[in-house]
Structure formats: C-alpha cells, structure tokens
C-alpha cells in the first residue's frame, strides 16, 4: 500500500509521476476525505489560488454526422434541442462582453459536427478578430477534427487555446462512437501545439467505463501533455443511446477528479458538464484538486443560475479570479 503523505509531498517537490497502478490506488483510497486533501495539497503548492474560468457559447448547433452516443446533437439521436447554423459576430459578442464585464477570463465559441469548412473558419476568424478588439478574454475554440491550416487561422485571428475532448479512455472510446477515433482527436491537439496554442482536453466520467478506464484516460491526458482538464460527469440526456446509464454519486465523482489531480499536478483540472451535480452542495467540490471551472451554461444543458453565481461561489472559497 502506498503512503499518501510521502507521494504527495513527491509529486509537490520531486515532480513525481504516480503509475496506473498507484492511480487506481488513490482513486479507491480509504478515507475520501484524506485523499481530497492530498489533491488540494498539489494543487495549491504547483498551482496556486488562481481559479481560472471559462464560459462557452453553442455557436453551431445539431445536425452532427457523428454517433456518439453521449450526445444531444448526433443526428442519430432525437432530443429535441435548438438546430442552427454558425451564429454571427452580434451574438457572439454580446456573451463575450457579459462575460467579460463579469470577470471570467476565458471565452469559446463551440461548434456541433465533425469538422468545419474553409469558409466557416474564416466566417469564425472574422468574430474571434472582432472578440479580441472589443474585450479583455482570452478566446479558445472548441471547432472538432480541424486542419493545421484552419488552427493557424485561427491562431491568427487571436485564438490561444484549442479545445478537442478526448472523451474517454482510448480503449473505451470505441465502444461509445465508431465515426471518429482517439488518434484523429490526438493529431488535431498535436496540430493545434505545433501553431501555437495552448490545449483543453478531457472527458466524460460516468458513461460506464471501469474504475481503471478512468485511471487510464487521466494518464493518456498526462502523456500528451494537456493544460487544461474538464472533467463532465454524464447527465443521461433522454433520446440519447446512454439515456439510461445510471448517475455516478457525488463521491465517485470528486474522488475522480482527485485523482485527476494527482496524475496532473499542473494542469487546470476543470468542472465542466454535469457540475451541477455535485457543485453547490458543499464546498468540497473547490477542495479536491480542482481549480477551473466552466461558468453560466453548457451546451443544451444549464449551469447555473448566473455566471455571477459561480463567480461568488468561487471567491468564496479563498480562490482568486484575477491574475
């Protein structure tokens, strides 16, 4: 059995890096309580007090050819949500400057689909241009399997980090889509490095995959070096194909992103999709290692009740939300 304070205090001075086999050991360690201080421990000592947020805005909705089968937006499900195309440089910037005004610090245009033509990445160019003369945010783009030509476009219109999921464990991923595959995510991410972006990827917990799938994908996440984790929970979306997969607990969850933590000592380990789940009912959520969180709503699922809500949560917890 490992002993928790002595690999802590390895990661903090030595830069450890825990095995999948000392991983899995965390993330079942006795006392939960013990393992979130151990993870809050890494992270204040390598991470600091900064909480770093981000909002996000559906800016292309629907009618996605992939299966996934998580999601609200894959054609082959029927959820009833809003279908639109690549919305403007209006409506994009009124979030922005609410967003903004607010002191959130990152913003993402977020686009349903496989990918995006040449045509809507310049369409998309031109609003992060105007987005970047008219606010403070730092912009990100979440825009599926792009180009390296289409990312330094991006780049070049103000775009410093690129966001691309890799959903779950690559020996997990195939049973939940067969459209797309972990290493067509993975050149993507390796793309947008090489122009000159930072990287956000993570994934869904609670699609059913095993204890040491979870354990995996947090070390496949170390090993091409990400910035920045989210961590979504599942919320089963009626007339999606896992509908029916049961919700995880909200200790299984924080235990997760504990041990998300201790496998990322420097990343931003970041609440995402399904946060309300756990968020709010104690403050535990902001004393297990994570330190990011996706402000206001998600895609085609609410948040919270205001962007100014999850702000004061935030603060109140002793983090600081300015550099």
């Given at each position: ?126 609003i992060y241009k105007a987005l970047g003369k008219e606010t403070k945010l730092f912009l990100c783009a979440s825009m599926g399997l792009l180009t390296k030509p289409q ?121 995402a999709g399904g946060r309300a789940s756990y968020w709010g009912k104690s403050e535990t959520a902001l004393k297990c290692g994570m330190n990011s969180s996706i402000v ?28």
């Amino acid at each position: 059995m490992i002993n928790l304070e002595e690999i802590t205090n390895r990661i903090i001075n030595d830069g450890y890096q825990v095995t999948e086999s000392e991983a899995l050991e965390l993330l079942r360690w006795p006392d939960a309580n013990a393992l979130y201080a151990a993870a809050d421990k890494v992270r204040a000592a390598l991470c600091g007090d900064f909480f770093d947020t981000c909002s996000i805005i559906n800016a292309r909705s629907g009618r996605c050819s992939e299966d996934c089968k998580w999601c609200s937006q894959s054609h082959k499900h029927h959820t009833g949500i809003n279908e639109y195309p690549l919305i403007g440089v209006d409506e994009a910037m009124q979030l922005a400057k609410r967003n903004d005004k607010a002191g959130v610090h990152r913003y993402s245009l977020v686009t349903s689909g496989r990918t995006m033509t040449d045509s809507q990445i310049d369409k998309a160019a031109d609003i992060y241009k105007a987005l970047g003369k008219e606010t403070k945010l730092f912009l990100c783009a979440s825009m599926g399997l792009l180009t390296k030509p289409q990312l330094q476009k991006l780049y070049d219109a103000g775009v410093r980090r690129y966001h691309c999921n890799i959903e779950s464990a690559p020996s997990y991923f195939p049973k939940l889509c067969t459209t797309h595959t972990t290493a067509e995510k993975v050149q993507t991410i390796k793309w947008a490095r090489e122009v000159g972006m930072e990287v956000c990827s993570g994934g869904i917990i609670g699609m059913g995959e095993s204890e040491e799938q979870r354990v995996e994908m947090a070390c496949y996440l170390r090993e091409i070096g990400v910035d920045s984790i989210p961590m979504n929970v599942l919320m089963p979306i009626k007339g999606t194909a896992l509908e029916n997969q049961p919700p995880l607990e909200e200790e299984e969850i924080l235990r997760s992103a504990a041990m998300f933590r201790l496998v990322n000592p420097k990343a931003n380990i970041r609440m995402a999709g399904g946060r309300a789940s756990y968020w709010g009912k104690s403050e535990t959520a902001l004393k297990c290692g994570m330190n990011s969180s996706i402000v206001g709503d998600m895609l085609t699922t609410t948040g919270a009740k205001s962007i100014e809500e999850d702000m004061e949560k935030i603060t109140d917890a002793g983090y600081k939300t300015t550099i």
